[in-house]
């Protein structure tokens, strides 16, 4: 048994990104750019009006009374004739600007008599109302550097700078495999011995919170040859294999023989924490596999703590659960030396251990918002004293 925090440095040593694929800007959303991506041309492309008003000199306003309306300019069409002296020209937002007009007023702020304008903004300085060509950004300036996560507003962002297909951080390929005779689908009927699947729905949703997609699931037999053989094909197909299940030392855990009958190299077996005491991680060449207990609260607590930070990794991303250092608002007896993760709820500025910490048992964790996590000595943690906690991922 190794403590959390030699598994932890373990995974750190083991992390690396996928290769770079190119992908359309639209697709990217959620992906980290594996290149700085430069601007193709000015933003804006020219002087645009930021209003629909009237463009003209403002010298000639300030010298004469009215301006003359000579024209009109809507968005999306090219640059008219250089305005001359004395005329205005009529215009709409993002429209261009005509050469020599250097101000926009408000179509709210004008009386129009015929082609006649008075402009009725005392207020109004030289040089308003126009976005200036390139003052966004300038063709060949840095739009966004390797390692940004793309938002939707980076993805607009570079849709809006020219930008149609970008090199990203790819998702994994992953894999499930439940194993576990006991297993019964949601469903159907329940026979003797046999409880509801819980891994593959619960393991399936908390990919696709990362933005994992490409998710497949198997369902083993507790049998050697069956779950070698559907692990092999597995590590053909996924960049990582997560297993659940048969992975301690009882007659029908088969996880690390399979493991090692495909040629994985095993990284650890066994931490010295609650829930997930059996924890198993292994590497075969670039593909990562993760043996998680069979209870499904234990499961959980080993993905959010180890398996989502190398899954972040592989998608170009160095992030992990938010942890806060919180008081607790119940004391607490911790009665053995294995780091405990503990479902808690977070809220007040104070956490609480949710009640049925049992890792059969999900409702807790159903509850909870984040994780408590007491270090390996035994202690009796007083009421108001400081832990840490891991904010689970829609919650940090
Ligand atoms: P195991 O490590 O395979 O002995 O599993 C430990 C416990 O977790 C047993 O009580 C199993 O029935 C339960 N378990 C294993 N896999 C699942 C699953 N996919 N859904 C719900 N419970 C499971
Ligand atoms: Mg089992």
Request: proline content about 5%.
């Amino acid at each position: 048994m190794i403590p959390v925090t030699e598994a932890r440095k373990i995974i750190r040593e083991n992390m690396f990104s996928l290769p770079p694929v190119e992908v359309d800007v639209e697709k990217a959303v959620d992906h980290v750019l594996a290149e700085d991506v430069y601007a193709t041309c000015d933003i804006p492309p020219f002087h645009q009006s930021a209003m629909d008003g009237y463009a003209f000199v403002f010298k000639d306003w300030k010298n004469g009374g009215s301006l003359l309306v000579d024209g009109e300019i809507p968005a999306g069409k090219g640059s008219k004739a250089p305005i001359s002296t004395g005329k205005a020209v009529r215009i709409f937002t993002g429209a261009v600007v005509p050469e020599g007009a250097d101000t926009v007023v408000m179509q709210e702020r004008v009386t129009r008599k015929g082609t006649q304008l008075f402009i009725e903004d005392e207020l109004l300085e030289e040089g308003r109302n126009i976005r200036y060509k390139g003052t966004e950004i300038r063709k060949d300036d840095l739009a966004l550097p390797e390692g940004t996560v793309l938002s939707p507003a980076g993805v607009g962002f570079l849709s809006g700078v020219g930008i149609a297909r970008v090199k990203v951080y790819p998702m994994p390929y992953v894999a499930i495999v439940v194993t576990g005779n006991e297993l019964q689908q949601a469903g159907k009927e329940l026979q003797p011995g046999q409880i509801y699947e819980s891994n593959a729905s619960m393991l399936r949703a908390a990919l696709k919170q990362i933005g994992i997609e490409k998710i497949s699931v198997h369902l083993a037999e507790d049998k050697l040859d069956t779950l070698t053989g559907i692990l092999g094909n597995a590590l053909k197909n996924n960049d990582v294999v997560l297993l659940t299940g048969g992975v301690s030392v009882g007659d029908y855990d088969f996880v690390v023989r399979a493991a090692e009958n495909c040629g994985v190299q095993q990284l650890f077996h066994k931490l010295k924490q609650r829930p997930g005491k059996p924890l198993y991680m292994g590497r075969k060449e670039n593909k990562l596999v993760f043996g998680l207990p069979g209870n499904p609260s234990s499961v959980l607590t080993c993905f959010y703590e180890y398996v989502w930070n190398a899954l972040q990794a592989l998608c170009g991303r160095e992030r992990q659960l938010t942890s806060l250092n919180v008081p607790l608002s119940i004391a607490y007896a911790k009665k053995n030396a294995l780091t405990h993760f503990l479902k808690g709820i977070y809220k007040n500025g104070e956490v609480t251990p949710a009640t049925g910490q049992e890792s059969f048992r999900l409702g807790s964790f159903a509850r909870a918002n984040c994780l408590i996590e007491l270090g390996e000595e035994v202690k009796e943690y007083e009421k108001g004293e400081e832990v840490t906690i891991h904010l689970l991922p829609l919650y940090g």
